[in-house]
T-cell receptor, first 114, second 113 residues
Framework: EAGVVQSPRYKIIEKKQPVAFWCNPI?????LYWYLQNLGQGPELLIR????????DSQLPKDRFSAERLKGVDSTLKIQPAELGDSAVYLC????????????FGPGTRLTVL | GNSVTQMEGPVTLSEEAFLTINCTYT??????LFWYVQYPGEGLQLLLK?????DKGSNKGFEATYRKETTSFHLEKGSVQVSDSAVYFC????????????FGTGTQLKVEL
């Protein structure tokens, strides 16, 4: 069974530029998560989707971050404009159902903002 | 609020040594507990989990027991290998808590020959 797929794996941009990350969850997984992992820290939830609906986006900085999950499968996380402090690893995870606690993570996208 | 506290790393061990990584938690309810492992350049992988008190999760020679009385979930392995070198994250999730995983800061393990 294929795992969670993310692209790109690495991205280097200059500040004030836009950037987008893509995630394809495990087939059949209804719940999708985006996490932010700063260096030396554990991941922190940015947003959670149940199918197409964002059910928890309380930690998403909405002034510059946006996300979408069209058709309840793939998801895109966007930053516009990027700031130096956005340099981090962005992780996508999925789980089978809302009540299923085991989350499966993708390899992440490492963003460097210069 | 909910939180997870892990021992600071790096932890450096010789191959075949015994490993303990301490993890304690604070939760407003009755959590499920997890250990995730992150190998260099890779995403987090679920290592083991326990969903109720006194449950023991185990995988690949690692084990951890859910201790409600001490709010702990320490990770142990009897004989580590160089290939176990990675960062280990303890995490919790609350039933009815929106499936939000709360992670510790991670503990880096280095195993040397």
């Amino acid at each position: 069974e294929a795992g969670v797929v993310q692209s790109p794996r690495y991205k280097i941009i200059e500040k004030k530029q836009p950037v987008a990350f893509w995630c394809n969850p495990i087939s059949g997984h209804n719940t999708l998560y985006w996490y932010l992992q700063n260096l030396g820290q554990g991941p922190e939830l940015l947003i959670r989707y149940e199918n197409e609906e964002a059910v928890d986006d309380s930690q998403l900085p909405k002034d510059r971050f946006s996300a979408e999950r069209l058709k309840g499968v793939d998801s895109t996380l966007k930053i516009q404009p990027a700031e130096l402090g956005d340099s981090a690893v962005y992780l996508c995870a999925s789980s089978l159902l809302a009540g299923e606690h085991t989350q499966y993570f993708g390899p992440g996208t490492r963003l460097t903002v210069l | 609020g909910n939180s997870v506290t892990q021992m600071e790393g790096p932890v450096t061990l010789s191959e075949e040594a015994f490993l303990t990584i301490n993890c304690t938690y604070t939760a407003t309810g009755y959590p499920s507990l997890f250990w995730y492992v992150q190998y260099p350049g890779e995403g987090l992988q679920l290592l083991l989990k326990a969903t109720k008190a006194d449950d023991k999760g185990s995988n690949k020679g690692f084990e951890a027991t859910y201790r409600k009385e001490t709010t702990s979930f320490h990770l142990e392995k009897g004989s580590v290998q160089v290939s176990d070198s990675a960062v280990y994250f303890c995490a919790l999730i609350l039933t009815g808590g929106g499936n939000k995983l709360t992670f510790g800061t991670g503990t880096q393990l280095k195993v040397e020959l």
